[in-house]
Every structure is written in structure tokens, then in C-alpha cells.
């Protein structure tokens, strides 16, 4: 069963994976060559986090990950008529902006494990994980502002607006952790900084480049922004009900980690005699310090309070409605209709994927 | 005594305190409107690392430094006919990068105090020194670009230069510190990095931002980067023989701190008798653990040495060297002979300071 029903059905012609590949393909030789010009020992660091050498600094064939970002990114050129190639540069940017949060998220998060593969500070320590967490975020200004354009200008400043609200939304993060209880509110804005102020970035910047006007980039943004909530709520899903095998991670992650997400914060708002038993069984959890020895049964008993209380399905509800609002945004430009497939078909994607 | 002999003679109209005060001015309030952006509780966290409130909250009457870099970014907009108030954004997002790799830097040394207080990873933690960090250095984009102008976005990419500069300085200074020995040049290069790159964008932003030609401005960063060369050798004769009183430090700060600045490499490059034996002796302390008890004598002693093996004159005399280069930089291009005193005025506070 899929997490989410399937979602509205996107031109049949769209082939995913290829347009995946497209972005990946593009933009991989481009991110390699800017980490190339980080002095040693960062380039090393940066390599190793990105997936391209191992510990040891021998060549490895890293997870890329799913590549949304710079399909997305390649794609949004297109809006304008540009080639794809012309949203390179800016695919490349909020690569950087991106890796730049991970590395800094990891450290301040302790988190100590990313893909199968321990995290950098873990490796080459918290300095490093400091250091090339900095250099990658001012590389990606420097990628797109050597490019010397008026368009590269508007870019940078829309990414510069993303990249603060990442840090917003991690400031956030790190204070709900410290708090009982976090409104479903609360929850949607710190996820939108998290995610959907990136992803708003990666669906514009390469009209922006492109020359779109303001209206335009605005339009694209909207839609990356609900796309990227969309995504969200399917992650929030995978990080409790997520196949292991698939997820690359451990059987109800996010409980384990005792992460708010969307699916408890919902479960919690929603009141009844499910939500206040997930409550109490919640706030005992919080004090208590051998919850890392808790049982699959134990863990799957919250899994099964949340989803009786409703935080699964009001999440797989969330993640349609922002995959509409996304959808539907699209309809405020003019674009071709092969671009808009594209962009449908990629919104499908994030909502029915299983990793 | 001076630590420098007087430097040659400015013109003696200009009244350099004031000068200082006037870029304080016009920068303060401008900085901390845009600090207050923040999203809480990094707009508290930042607030303490300027000073302007104390670690319980308090509103407080912070030491804001010698205040060189805005005096001279404001200064520099009069390179172009343009009013001081043009360099002001400029002058707000270099110190915005200068405080966010304090934040970092401070973290990543380990080192507990600066200006006499508590540094922010201490109080805030180290999640909190990260995030502010991050989000200064973001700021200071946003401050440039949404001026929305060409000569925001070519003032961003010099900061940017800058920026990476000023990451590959500290990336070099970790490797240092576990290297035994380290060249002259090696230092010179580092602390180009660290401190010649931000004083080069702190000398030319305000002409960047008033529309100044490339050479204009490359010329006045050349300015910038050797007075940064000349300010750090001068810090380095006061990390080991400075006035506590005057300094805020501690006595032979940098030797207890086994910081391999100009003077010490120097020395050890000299060669001859006290050389050698400053060599032997630090190579022993490098393997020593008691260091932090050792006496003001021991100490004194290591000085003397670095002293008689011509350090200390090597690098009163590179301070010297490069404020000469700095003011014969500014030959190049032309000014009002007003602006031209105020710059050499400048550069001779940076050499004559005690502080």
C-alpha cells in the first residue's frame, strides 16, 4: 500500500526517472568542480560528505539521493524558454545551500548517522563539519554570482531570502525540542522554512536565471513552497510507517527520535481518547532515559495511538492539499504545456514516493 | 614605547577619533535594525555576542571594538563623490561577516572569552554559536542585495571573494596549530586570509556601492589587504608584548595561547643561537600539558628569546613594510586629496594602536 493514494494523475508522457537523471546529470560536474576549489583540507571533507569519496578518501559511488532539487531546478529554465542548461548555476547554489544546512544540522542536531554513512563531524570532527558547512554555503553565492548578470543578482538575493528562512526554521526545530507540546501550526511553519523555502528556491531559480519576471518567479516559488510541505508530510509518514528497506532507515525513525513531526502534532491537536493516551504515554517518554532500549512492540503501540487518533490519515490529507495548492499555482503563468507535465509529474512523484 | 616607531607623518588635519566615530554612527543603528530581524532567540544570542545586551538579558553598554572597518568602508564612498550614508550597507554586511566567523571561529578555537566576556557558544551553547553564525553571514547578503542594485550584487560577489577567504584563513589555521613548524610565508598567507580580505572589502565596499570602476576598486582593496597585513602584525607584536591595561588580554597572551603568529615564526626562521633555542624550547612545550600553570618568568623568558632571535624587529618592521605598501596603493587612483588623508590617517592609527 502506498503511503499516500495516488495522487491526480499527471500526463502520462512525463518519464520521472529521466528528468531525474536530466538534473542529476547536468548538475553533478558543475557541483564537482565548484567543492574543487575549496582549499585542503575542506575539498576532502566536502567530497566525503557529498558521497564521492569514502572515510579513507577512496573514490565512492555515493547515494545521490532522489535529485528533486535539481530536476526541479534545470526544469524552471524552461519556463522562460532557456535551455535547461541555464538553470545550472542554480541548481548548483541550492545544492551548496542545501549541504551547507546538513552539515551544520548534523552537528547542532548530534545527529551522527546520514545516508547509511556516519556524518561528518563524526568523521573529521565538528570543526571541519563547521568550516566546510560555511564554505559550501558562501560557494553557492559565489556560483551564481560569477555569472556577473543582472538575473544572477535577483537570484542570489531570492536564495539569500531561502537560505534564511532554513536557519529560521532550524531555530525552530532545536526550540520545539525543549517544548511538550508544539501546535500543528507551529509544526507547518518551522517545516516550511525547513523545506518548503528551499525547495521554493530550487522550482524559480532557474527561470530567474532564465530572465522570468517577478510574477513569474513568485508563481514558481509558490509552487515549490506547497510542494516542498507536500514532500514533507510524505517524509514526516516514511519517518514512522516507512519501509525500513526502502527508507534506508530504522523502524519507526522519527518515534525513536521523539521528532514532533506532522503525523504526532496532529495526533495530539486532534483530542479523543487515542490523542490524550498518546499524550500521557508522550510526556512520560520525555522524562524518561532508556527510551533507546524500548521494544519494536513499544514503538509500534505509539505508531498505532497516532494513527487511531488520526495523525496518519490528517497528514496523508495534508500532503495531498499542499500537492494541489502546488498544482494549482502553476495555472497563475503562461508556460508550455510540455513544462507543465513536467512540473506535475515531478509534484506526483514527491506524494507517492516510498524512500 | 610604541610597539611601531611612528609611522610617516599624515596630513595633520584629520582627526581620526572622529573619523572612527563617524562610521560607528552611521553603522551602528543600521546593524542593529538588521540584527533585530532575526527570528527570536537568535536575535537575543546575537544581541549578546555585539554586546549591546548581557547574558541575562540586559540592556548593556558594550565595548564595539576599535570600529576601523566601518570608518573605512563609509570613507570609501567618498572615493567616488558619493555621500559617507552610501558605503553605511556596506559597512553593516562586513561587519555582519567579520562577527559571523567570531561566532565560529570562537567555537571552533575552543576559546571561552572575548572583550573581557563570555563568547556565545559558552553561554548560548554551541548549537546557538553555529545558527547566529549562519545567520549573520546570511544577513549580510541581504543587506547588500535588496538594495537591488548592479553595484549591490558586484559588492556581494568582492564580500563573497572575501568571505571564502576569510573560511580558507581559519581552515589553515586549524592545520597550523597541529604542524610543528609553519614558514613565514605560510603565516603571511593566513593571516592575509583572515584579516587582509575583510579589510580589503571594508576599503572599497563604499566605492563599490557609488558606483566605482573595477580598478578603483581593486585598488582600494589592495589598500585594504596590505593595512590588514600591517593591522595584523601589529596584533601579533600586542598578543605577546602588549599592555594587559591597554589590551584586555593577558600578559604573553598568544605564548600562553601556543599561537605560532609572526613574531614567533619569524624567530624560528632567523636562525642562530636563540633561534635554536626557542626552537628546542617550544617543541618541549608542544608536548607539555601543565602549560597553563606555567609562570609569568617562563613566559617573559620565551619573549626574550623570540625577542633576541630578531622577531619582534622582523615584524615591526613587515608592519611597517606592508603600511607603506598600502598607502602607496592608493597612488593608483585618483580622489579628493581629502579622502586620500583620511585613508593614510587611518592606516597610521592601525600601526601606532596599543590596543
Redesign the interface.
Known amino acids: 500500500m502506498p503511503t499516500v493514494p495516488p495522487a491526480p494523475k499527471a500526463a502520462e508522457a512525463v518519464d520521472v526517472t529521466a528528468l531525474l537523471e536530466r538534473g542529476r546529470t547536468l548538475t553533478t560536474p558543475v557541483l564537482r568542480a565548484a567543492v574543487d576549489r575549496l582549499?585542503p583540507?575542506?575539498d576532502t571533507v566536502a567530497a566525503y560528505h557529498f558521497g564521492w569519496i569514502d572515510a579513507q578518501g577512496r573514490p565512492a559511488d555515493g547515494d545521490g539521493g532522489k535529485a528533486v532539487r535539481p530536476a526541479l531546478a534545470v526544469l524552471s529554465a524552461e519556463v522562460t524558454g532557456a535551455a535547461p542548461e541555464t538553470g545550472v548555476p542554480g541548481a548548483v547554489a541550492v545544492e551548496l545551500v542545501h549541504n551547507?544546512s546538513l552539515l551544520?544540522d548534523d552537528?547542532?542536531d548530534g545527529d551522527e548517522q546520514r545516508r547509511h554513512r556516519d556524518t561528518v563531524w563524526k568523521v573529521h570532527g565538528?570543526?571541519q563539519a563547521?568550516?566546510v558547512?560555511?564554505?559550501l554555503?558562501?560557494?553557492a553565492?559565489?556560483v551564481l554570482?560569477?555569472l556577473?548578470t543582472?538575473e544572477?543578482?535577483r537570484a542570489?538575493?531570492r536564495l539569500?531570502?531561502a537560505?534564511?528562512a532554513l536557519?529560521?526554521g532550524?531555530?525552530?526545530d532545536?526550540?520545539y525540542e525543549h517544548r511538550d507540546r508544539v501546535s500543528v501550526e507551529e509544526c507547518l511553519e518551522m517545516e516550511g522554512n525547513k523545506t518548503g523555502a528551499l525547495l521554493a528556491s530550487a522550482s524559480s531559480i532557474g527561470a530567474v536565471l532564465g530572465g522570468a519576471d517577478e510574477h513569474t518567479a513568485d508563481t514558481l516559488e509558490r509552487y515549490g513552497y506547497h510542494l516542498g510541505l507536500a514532500f514533507q508530510a510524505v517524509d514526516d509518514l516514511l519517518g514512522i510507517w516507512g519501509d525500513p528497506e526502502a527508507t534506508g532507515k530504522q523502524t519507526w525513525s522519527d518515534l525513536r527520535q521523539r521528532k514532533k513531526s506532522l503525523p504526532v502534532v496532529a495526533a495530539l491537536a486532534a483530542g479523543g481518547p487515542a490523542s490524550e493516551r498518546l499524550g500521557e504515554i508522550l510526556a512520560a517518554d520525555a522524562k524518561t532515559s532508556d527510551f533507546a532500549n524500548f521494544s519494536e512492540e513499544e514503538f509500534a503501540a505509539r505508531a498505532a495511538l497516532i494513527e487511531e487518533a488520526g495523525g496518519r490519515e490528517w497528514t496523508a490529507d495534508e500532503a495531498r492539499r499542499q500537492h494541489t495548492i502546488a498544482i494549482e499555482a502553476l495555472d497563475a503563468v503562461d508556460m508550455p504545456e510540455r513544462v507543465r507535465d513536467r512540473f506535475t509529474a515531478l509534484a506526483d512523484f514527491v506524494v507517492v514516493r516510498k524512500r
Open positions: 582549499a583540507p575542506m551547507f551544520h552537528l547542532m565538528p570543526a563547521i568550516l558547512g560555511d564554505a554555503f558562501a560557494l553565492n559565489e554570482l560569477e556577473g543582472v544572477a543578482g542570489t538575493r539569500t531570502k537560505s534564511r536557519i529560521d532550524q531555530a525552530q532545536i526550540s
